[in-house]
């Protein structure tokens, strides 16, 4: 589905998302040209068909997790249900497993700016240097899903070691918000 | 004004782009796949499952390398009939499929729920769920397909629930698919199916390699070797004659194969004299031949 400006005939560009609140999602798209907004809101049968897909909505193509839609979707799941990130093991990679992650690098180019630091993230394999989080930047990291947390951790932290600094605060993760124009 | 096909993207989601890397990422999964055989039948009841279970064992025995992924997301089965621990394990890049005892490699939804816990999908309200449910389904085959860290086989197998239209989904699904195997019994409503299966399949895959089997064909005595037959329809054989399809056997019933593969043990490494073993390990052979397309003849 795309959304034109009838005004300027020009295709409007997604700004932000919400939900799904009690199943319903709203995007919100504005015109390039005039900034004219309109909001798409689904119901919770739309949120359910697209979450069927394996998509996300406003991610800019980032890639989901692995077995997404079963861990996250299926009820009364058991394994891999409270792994959020099923790259954990210790076992090195094999080469399939190396051609995937090139795979998810070359992915074509989103809008989200922090999709690079996550592809990034994603594929590292060395270990990264101890930090320490304060209790409110725990608090906020906590506050994003679950299945993503592990690789804003780990962009922050990269982010962290940029600047030099081994303490993470509110202030390093907003400024590393603005970094990746979020 | 634009029309859509004028519009590049999609304003930030890039959900072609999604869908597109989605493809590539399980192009790449089964890249060292050599051939996925689907096993199907138009009918239920006519011991896919139980005959999947058994040719990727025999596959296995004979020293190839077997996956066998259970496709029936609310029929699943296969976990039970291979004993095979529900304790599907994180690896690098996916999830290490639990291997039987033969070396065959099991992907099932039933290795993420508990014993007898039914497929529900989390959703803001159950009501009208018939609009969104079959794409959770193939959503999650999707998953099991490309996330699986399946390793270099020589076979997938895919066990496909009952139904004429599961073959067309599959095949929407994955990026090629070698031999499709048709199995019936000889029953004129299971024949009745199973015609429509096979002009599905033709029309669906084009230059299809369509085999059938006919899985409990007559009932061997255990103790004096007599046989019986359990259904007095026509013969596959003749059903495949009249399609133009490979017939590639006939697998006698044993009731100690419904027994064992329902507990999860393994019946051709128990009675590998028995003529159903003998019958399901020709069929290894033929199957092997259809996929490598010289010429499947049965006796």
């Known amino acids: 589905m795309k959304f034109l400006c009838v005004e300027c005939d020009e295709a409007m560009r997604l700004q932000s998302t919400r939900g799904p609140d009690e199943g319903s999602m709203s995007v919100l798209f504005e015109c390039p040209s005039c900034g004219r907004q309109i909001a798409m809101l689904t119901n919770s049968m739309e949120t359910q068909m697209v979450r069927s897909l394996g998509v996300k909505i406003g991610s800019g ?61 994603f594929g590292r394999q060395e270990e990264v240097q101890g930090f320490v989080w304060t209790a409110e930047a725990e608090e906020r990291l906590g506050r994003i899903p679950s299945f993503v947390q592990g690789m804003v951790r780990k962009g922050i932290e990269e982010y962290a070691r940029e600047i030099g600094v081994t303490e993470i605060d509110a202030k390093v993760m907003e400024a590393a918000r603005s970094r990746f124009g979020m | ?11 930030g989601s890039n959900v072609v782009a999604q869908v597109a890397e989605q493809q590539r990422r399980m192009a790449i999964r089964l890249a060292p796949v050599s051939h996925i055989v689907a096993v199907m039948s138009g009918k239920g009841g006519v011991g896919k499952s139980s005959l999947s279970v058994n040719v990727a064992t025999a596959f296995a025995m004979a020293g190839r390398k077997v996956g066998l992924l259970d496709a029936d997301i609310n029929g699943a089965s296969i976990v039970k009939m291979t004993g095979v621990r529900r304790e599907p394990e994180a690896a690098y890049g996916g999830v290490r499929p639990p291997t039987t005892a033969a070396g065959v490699r099991v992907m099932s939804i039933d290795l993420f729920l508990a014993d007898d816990t039914p497929v529900t999908w989390d959703a803001a309200t159950q009501k009208d769920a018939f609009t969104w449910r079959a794409m959770m389904e193939q959503a999650a085959l999707r998953e099991m397909v490309t996330d699986t860290e399946w390793g270099e086989l020589d076979y997938l197998l895919i066990d496909l629930p009952p139904g004429t239209d599961r073959l067309p989904n599959l095949v929407d699904l994955l990026t090629r698919l070698s031999a499709a195997v048709v199995v019936t019994v000889p029953s004129q409503a299971a024949h009745h199916v199973v015609g429509k299966s096979i002009r599905m399949a033709r029309e669906i895959m084009k230059a299809p390699r369509l085999g059938i089997v006919e899985n409990m064909s007559r009932f061997v005595c255990p103790d004096c070797g007599n046989t019986h037959d359990l259904f007095h329809g026509d013969r596959a054989d003749a059903l495949a004659a009249q399609h133009g399809v490979p017939f590639l056997g006939k697998i006698p019933f044993d009731p100690r194969m419904a027994q064992l593969t329902d507990s999860g043990l393994n019946f051709i490494g128990e009675h590998p004299d028995s003529p159903t073993s003998e019958a399901i390990r020709k069929l290894t052979v033929r199957l092997e031949h259809l996929v490598e397309e010289t010429s499947p003849v049965a006796q």
Do not use: W
């Open chain 1, 61 to 121: 193509g980032s890639t989901p997790g692995r077995m997404e839609t079963i861990r996250n979707s299926l009820r009364g799941v058991e394994g891999l249900g409270a792994q959020a990130h099923p790259r954990n093991d210790a076992t090195p990679p094999t080469e399939q497993s190396d051609s995937l992650e090139q795979a998810e690098d070359q992915q074509a180019g989103g809008k989200c700016p922090f999709t690079g630091v996550v592809n990034e993230a």
């Open chain 2, 1 to 11: 004004m634009k029309t859509y096909h004028d519009i590049v993207g999609d304003g």
